[in-house]
């Protein structure tokens, strides 16, 4: 398998949502390995399909060590909310305050096509509602408020 380069903010991947997978093939497994093989890089927690270039409503996390994936996920449970730092391999330097559920519950498949389940609080509730997202096209500071929004904006807009 291969650690894949990441898209940055702009590339039009990252706001395109995902195909859901209806080929559970060699492909699918290696794309699979690519997301677990470049999530597992230090300092990384989860990582969409859409981040590594590929179209495919597939996620994988890393989180205390213990990796997994998900295909065709959906959030079924939300609990909770907490304000809390969040940031994004693909927007490289900025962390930002972001309000998500302090509970979170995604459904959907491994590669035998078998139901999984992954749920959790805290840092992988933030994980599963962000990588979610990604698969939709939604990118964290999109749903930033206030004072954060602007100054994340105006860093985002700041001449390089």
Known sequence: MTVRPLRL?????????CDPVVRFDDALARLVGDLLDTVAEPG?????????GSGLAVFSYDMDSEPGYVINPRVV???????GPEGCLSIPGITAIRS??????VEGVDLRQ????????GELARCLQHETDHLRGKLYIDGLTGAERRRVMRHLTAPA
């Open 9 to 17: 903010l702009g590339d039009p991947v990252l706001r395109t949502p």
């Open 44 to 52: 990384r927690a989860g990582l969409a399909a859409n981040q590594i």
């Open 77 to 83: 449970e939300l609990r909770d909310s907490v304000d």
């Open 100 to 105: 998500r559920a302090d509970y979170a519950a």
């Open 114 to 121: 078998e139901p999984v389940v992954i749920s959790g609080t």
